[in-house]
């Protein structure tokens, strides 16, 4: 059988370099007959790793490389410049293409992937917070499967896998699954769950970059801290199960054992435990639907049970927490405004502009000002997401004039 053809976007950060440990790891089971397919990595797209980018084309032997920040050492016959993944996507062929550009600069080749009917497995959380009402419906127009790669997503699509009269879960779903009441996705609480308000509308860059139990980038570090990350992934569930905002909710689990469960209307909780490790949720989603050994570390459940803790999220401590909610009912552009307030008020966090409790304010009064428009086509989503990081800027330039 001719390999598995994979392209993966974000080659270079976090979810791109365990990819591809999974991938060498999945071609050694195939190599020793544990797995019924190899996958070939028939294309690469980066940001501006042009050393990183080259050195794993080298390794997989990949032809077909892009690199949307051109810096002078960019591979030869790379394709290069802003639009370099999306026409990546739209010029090789492949079976799945793996989506982990961060942010919404991810939104075009995502899209485009969705669109030419591919299996995309999804890391890039901003695509549907910002334009869940495109790429859902243009997924289920394709055929396009969106197989999440989000930890608390492929938790909770392997729960609903539990009730089996509804047949395989395959997202995008198109209506909710019938026997569902409720869903639930933990969240660590961050580095900051158990400090007093004030200090932590104070914190610096070092101490929210301090995740507990997850090793991530920086802009998911930042956003577990202040539980936007929280808000996004029930926004994502939301597109990706065809469920009402009602019907998801977080909870606060510092361990990050549990990552999601799934209530059932017979009383039943189904709970999916691993250790944290994306290269779980990385492989169920290039192996779907069989199951083979991973580089995730075995669950000893008597070493971790006694430890396992669940606890309400502070919603006064964390603001940001109850947007997703607003979110979901204001449809349209709000989600795209949600986000590139978010990316740009963390970024400034992060180049130490701000402190952090300004990201919560800075989102919420971008959220408050600009009203949300219907959302039909990309460019408007784009448009939205332009409007609320110039509002995020502008605060931030009468706060410098002010000062
Ligand atoms: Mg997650």
Redo the contacts with the bound molecule.
Sequence with gaps: MPPTRLLILGSTGSIGTQTLEVVAHLNALHAGGLFHTAFEVVGLAAGRGAALLREQAGRFGVKHLALSEANGNSPSGAIVGPDAAERLVREVECDIVLASIVGSAGLPATLAAVELGRVVALAN?ETLVAAGALVVPAAHKSGAKLLPV????AAVWQCLQASPGNGPVVPALKEAPAGVKKVT?TASGGPFRTWEKPRVQNATRAEALKHPT?SMGEK?TID?ASLM??AL?IIEAHWLFALPAEMIDAVVHPQSIA?AMVEFDDGSVVAQLAHPDMRGPIQQSLTFPHRVPSLVKPLDIADVATALQFEPPDRDKFPLLDLAGRVIRAQGTSGAILNGANEEAVYAFLRGEIRFGRIAELVIDALDAIAPSPLHALDEAQAADRLARAHVRESLRRAVVRA
């Design positions: 959380k989000d930890s608390e997503h996705l997850w998911v577990s990350n929280k992934e990552h």
